[in-house]
């Protein structure tokens, strides 16, 4: 532990002098790297704009964001982190939306004195063993949304729910947090093929399975199939999920077929708070839509950005890690703070999706776990 | 498993194996009369799709979306193959394919300048909503049962088509010797063209019909493509027959595998272990059907060359 702890201080130490010899002592260089072509550009789309949003109404010049697109492609989210460390010699780095480009990215990133805040993606490798004193994640721990969706389950009086989720290590994630919070039997458990467009079959083993519900993990275009193609299937048992399937971005795309699903998530736009107000206001008025999930997301890494920058100079590692982890901001999701493990301890709602006028969107139902940290927070010890 | 499960599978399969045809139907027509390597086929479903969406967005109409995506699939794939395609029948397959997997991204780039990165919106129409009970007792979406009866009716035509047409002739002639009908007199760069939006209107009808139940995003059409590239490798390259029977097959296969391969391991192993494997199994399945087609017919099941 101490030859780690001793390589980690001369590894700042070296992350600070490189920040003064670039002359920019006060100012901070972000680096973000998301998703900006190819499948799920809305979602990175979505960090950014919040993100600069955010940077936008501070007006602080101090602050200088350097953005690329990792195309959903870990290679090439390595060979920009690389860039940016190297070249671009960035102080933070943030902005990575899938957990398999986080794994890529952020080890690599943080062992080389660079702080990382994640405003999505929050693998479990992250949280436990593998936490990081320069690793922020300002979303949620991967199980946190599917963990809140169990814990509904078992408020609704579910008792025989049908379970299904990618064959990757996020949809293996969620399974496994749905489980760990929820008290009933399981009517069947079906591994999908990422990126899978035709449900039909699973729909069918749904229908024979004598579920009484049903509870599905499938982000972005899967998610959309699949509501779809159930709602047109006859089988009108309940439908519950995490906020990824409901949110701001795709629920036009899914329609009539969506409306009065119950959905999980740590914030919505309807959440009481000045921040929040501020938030979504400023968000229609900049970009014309409404916010989503990510763009909440994104919003909140820049202002806990900001708040940090406002207490200590990024060259003072210490001290700026200091002043993240206090979370001293005011996040639009109301109370925030950060665990043991540098993640978060947040509420989670649940949510229902609506049609305001033209509009699909959701409004919080009740809530759903409260203060809730992660199961790994045990494992990390710095 | 009851037997109503399986027939709705069965079903199931066969529906997701009549839109591979209309897909693997163009390639294999364009792979067999010009000998090209048609990678952005996939974009041309994508540009069905779209056109759908986009005009059933704008007058509610699901027929007039689907000429629409006829129309801009023909129209694209016409655009295409005078500007670019046509400039690459003599080159080598390797330029082939990377002039061609140019298109896909300036296709999907293109697209996502036009209709921005979230998915649109198309849903099936009202009449062709819900589900309807089949004889014995099993409920099955009334649209998919379209879908099956279109994608038959389409092939139907094709094979008339191709059988009993002037154009057909000259389709097959041009599969058969290319030089030959050329010397006879056959204007051969139009009969291409015509090839070539005929591929590409197939596969924007399929991106409309499909993307009624998925989702319409840019994207959408790559991962059909690899099926339809092993659809027309088990049925055989220029093969409009071969391409039905393989569309069928790896539909089946797909469909049936993943709902059969997890149950049969669960009878031996612990089912979350089970359903790991048996899913992972299933996504391999229709390539280990190629492989073993190819065992024992290398040309595919109707492949003549």
């Keep these: 532990m101490k030859l780690k702890s001793l390589i980690l201080a001369a590894g700042l130490a070296a992350a600070g002098s490189f920040a003064l010899a670039d002359g920019h002592a006060g100012k901070v260089k972000v680096g973000m790297i998301t998703t900006l072509s190819g499948g799920g550009a809305g979602l990175g789309i979505d960090v950014r704009d919040g993100f600069m949003l955010a940077a936008k109404m501070a007006g602080n010049d101090n602050l200088e964001v350097v953005i690329e697109d990792d195309q959903r492609k870990p290679e090439i989210a390595v060979q920009l982190a690389d860039k940016m460390i190297q070249s671009e010699k960035v102080d933070v780095m943030t902005g990575i939306i899938w957990s398999n480009l986080a794994m890529a990215v952020v080890p690599a990133a943080t062992a080389q004195g660079k702080f990382y805040l994640s405003p999505n993606a929050g693998p479990s490798a992250l949280a436990g063993k593998g936490c990081h004193p320069l690793y922020f994640n300002v979303a949620w721990q991967n199980d946190n949304l599917h963990e809140a969706a169990g814990a509904y389950a078992n408020d609704a009086g579910y008792k025989n729910t049908f379970i299904l989720a990618p064959n990757y290590p996020a949809g293996q994630d969620a399974l496994t947090g749905y489980k760990r919070m929820y008290g009933g039997e399981l009517a069947g458990e079906i591994y999908t093929k990422l990126g899978q467009t035709d449900y039909a079959a699973e729909i069918a083993q749904i229908r024979a399975s004598g579920a009484d519900s049903v509870f599905f993990f499938l982000p972005g275009g899967m998610g959309i199939s699949f509501l779809k193609q159930y709602a047109g299937s006859g089988v009108d048992l309940p439908v519950v999920g995490p906020a990824f399937s409901f949110d701001q971005g795709i629920l036009q795309a899914v329609g009539e077929a969506a409306l009065g699903v119950k959905n999980t998530s740590q914030w919505n736009k309807d959440i009481d708070n000045a921040a929040n107000k501020a938030f979504v206001e400023a968000f229609q008025a900049e970009y014309g839509r409404l916010p989503s999930l990510y763009a909440s997301q994104g919003y909140d890494t820049a202002n806990l950005l900001l708040s940090a920058m406002a207490k200590a100079d990024v060259s003072d590692a210490d001290a700026f890690r200091a002043a993240l982890a206090a979370a001293e901001f005011d996040s639009v999701r109301g109370d925030f703070a950060f665990g043991p493990n540098q993640h978060p301890v947040q509420d989670f709602y649940v949510r229902e999706v609506i049609k305001e006028g033209d509009v699909f969107t959701n409004k919080i139902i009740g809530a759903s776990l409260t203060d809730h940290g992660d199961a790994y927070a045990a494992d990390c010890s710095y | ?305």
Excluded: C
């Design chain 2, 1 to 305: 498993m009851s037997t109503i499960l399986l027939i709705e599978q069965v079903l199931n399969g066969l529906q997701s194996g009549v839109m591979l045809f209309l897909m693997a139907a163009g390639l294999t027509l364009i792979f067999g009369v010009m000998g090209l390597i048609n990678l952005a086929h996939g974009s041309l479903y994508m540009v069905g799709a779209f056109a759908a969406a986009a005009v059933a967005g704008a007058t509610g109409s699901f027929v007039l979306a689907l000429i629409a995506s006829l129309v801009a699939a023909a129209a694209a794939g016409a655009v295409v193959e005078l500007t670019v395609i046509r400039r690459l029948y003599d080159r080598d397959h390797l330029d082939q394919v990377l002039a061609t997997f140019a298109l896909i991204l300036i296709f999907s780039e293109g697209t996502r300048w036009i209709f921005g990165s979230f998915p649109l919106f198309l849903d099936i129409p009202d009449a062709l909503a819900g589900p309807v009970m089949l004889p014995g007792g099993i409920q099955y979406p009334l649209y998919r049962l379209v879908i099956i009866g279109v994608g038959l009716v389409v092939a139907i035509g094709l094979f008339q088509l191709i059988a009993r047409t002037r154009i057909g002739i000259r389709i097959r002639a041009g599969e058969s010797d290319r030089e030959m009908i050329a010397a006879l007199g056959v204007d051969i760069s139009k009969l291409y063209t015509i090839v070539f939006a005929l591929g590409a209107a197939l596969a924007g009808l399929a991106g409309a019909l499909v993307g009624a139940i998925q989702s319409v995003q840019v994207g959408m059409g790559e991962p059909v493509l690899i099926l339809a590239f092993v659809v027309i490798v088990i049925g055989g390259i220029g093969s409009i027959k071969g391409a039905l029977v393989g569309a069928l097959l790896v539909g089946l296969t797909d469909t049936l595998g993943g709902v059969l391969l997890p149950g049969f391991f669960a009878t031996f192993m612990e089912p979350s272990a089970a359903t790991a494997v048996g899913s992972s199994l299933a996504s391999m399945s229709i390539y280990i059907l190629m492989a073993g087609v190819l065992l024992f017919r290398p040309t595919g099941l109707y492949g003549g060359r």
